[in-house]
C-alpha cells in the first residue's frame, strides 16, 4: 500500500487493503454523536475499532479522542462504551487522558464543558514510550524529602535516597491545548472544516509513541492534521477521508511549505499575547 497519501474513500475500504499489524500509530478524532454536519456521512465505530486492532502492530497505540453529546439532560456515555468495546477488541487501556480545551462556551445549568477524553490504546506493551518533559518544577535544583519512604512487599519501610529534583518533569496526562480562535492551526484553510484538530494535540502524541520513518495512520482525516505534523516529524503517513471537499483541503495544506520547526503551546500562547 502507498503511503504519504489520503485515500479519498470509507477508513473501511483503506484498512482493508492493509496487511495484519500493520500500523504503528493511530490518531485520530473520529465524530460523535453527531455534533457536527459532515456532509451527511457516517461511520460504524464497532467495526473501526475491530479493523483499528487487526491493523495495528503488536506494541502499536491509537489514541481515540471523543467526547460526548448532551441530549434530553444527559450525556450520551459514547466515549465509554467506545473504549470499553476496544478492549473487548483485545486493546489495552494503557491511559485516559485528558483533552483540556481552552475555547469553551458557558453553560446554562451546569459547569463549562472544556475537555474530550483521549484514550490511549494500546496492543498489548506500548513498544514506545517517548513521554515528554516539559512540566516546570517548581522545586527545581533543590533536593527532594529526606524522610520518604516504601513499603515493601513483607510489609517493612525502606527509606529512599535524596535526589536532585530537575527543571522539567513528566508531563501529566490533563493536557490543556489552546483551540478555537485561529489558535489551533497555523493553515488559515484548515477552518474550511467545522472541527478542526488542534496541531499541538496531534505533534504532542505523535512525538510520544512513534519514532522516526513508523507508519502514522488517521481513519477520519478530516483537514490532514495528523499527516500534517507526521511529516513535519519525519514519519510517514496514510490517512482516509471520505469527502473530496476535505482532501482537497488535505492536499493544499501539505503543499503549503512546512513551518521550520515545530510548533508548541509556547509559541500559542505568544500569538495570543500579540493579538491583545
Not at 4 to 33: G, H
Not at 44 to 73: F, P
Not at 94 to 120: A, L, W
Not at 190 to 200: G, L, M, S, V
Request: net charge positive; with cysteine.
Amino acid at each position: 500500500m502507498e503511503v504519504n497519501k489520503t485515500y479519498n474513500e470509507n477508513c473501511l475500504d483503506t484498512m482493508a487493503r492493509m496487511e495484519d499489524n500493520f500500523i504503528d500509530l493511530t490518531v485520530t478524532s473520529p465524530p460523535y454523536d453527531n455534533l457536527r454536519n459532515y456532509k451527511g456521512f457516517e461511520f460504524d465505530w464497532q467495526k473501526v475499532i475491530k479493523e483499528l486492532y487487526r491493523t495495528t502492530k503488536n506494541g502499536g497505540v491509537v489514541v481515540w479522542i471523543v467526547g460526548d453529546a448532551t441530549i434530553k439532560a444527559s450525556e450520551t456515555g459514547t466515549s465509554f462504551r467506545q473504549a470499553l468495546y476496544a478492549i473487548e477488541c483485545g486493546f489495552n487501556l494503557h491511559d485516559t487522558m485528558i483533552y483540556e480545551k481552552s475555547g469553551v462556551m458557558p453553560s446554562r445549568n451546569r459547569y463549562c464543558q472544556m475537555f474530550e477524553y483521549m484514550f490511549v490504546l494500546s496492543k498489548g506493551k506500548p513498544k514506545t514510550t517517548n513521554l515528554l518533559k516539559d512540566r516546570k518544577n517548581n522545586w527545581a535544583g533543590t533536593k527532594t524529602f529526606s524522610n520518604i519512604t516504601s513499603r515493601q512487599k513483607d510489609g517493612t519501610l525502606k527509606k529512599k535516597a535524596q535526589k536532585e529534583i530537575n527543571d522539567f518533569g513528566m508531563r501529566f496526562n490533563i493536557w490543556r491545548v489552546v483551540n478555537g480562535n485561529g489558535f489551533g492551526q497555523k493553515d488559515k484553510i484548515a477552518y474550511k472544516h467545522p472541527a478542526t484538530f488542534p496541531e499541538q494535540l496531534a505533534n504532542d502524541h505523535i512525538v510520544s509513541w512513534s519514532n522516526e520513518n513508523d507508519l502514522i495512520y488517521d481513519p477520519f482525516m478530516g483537514s490532514g492534521t495528523t499527516a500534517k505534523m507526521a511529516k513535519l516529524n519525519n514519519r510517514n503517513w496514510i490517512g482516509s477521508e471520505i469527502s473530496k471537499d476535505y482532501c482537497d483541503i488535505i492536499k493544499e495544506r501539505l503543499l503549503n511549505k512546512p513551518k521550520d520547526k515545530q510548533i508548541t503551546i509556547f509559541d500559542q500562547i505568544e500569538e495570543q499575547k500579540e493579538t491583545k
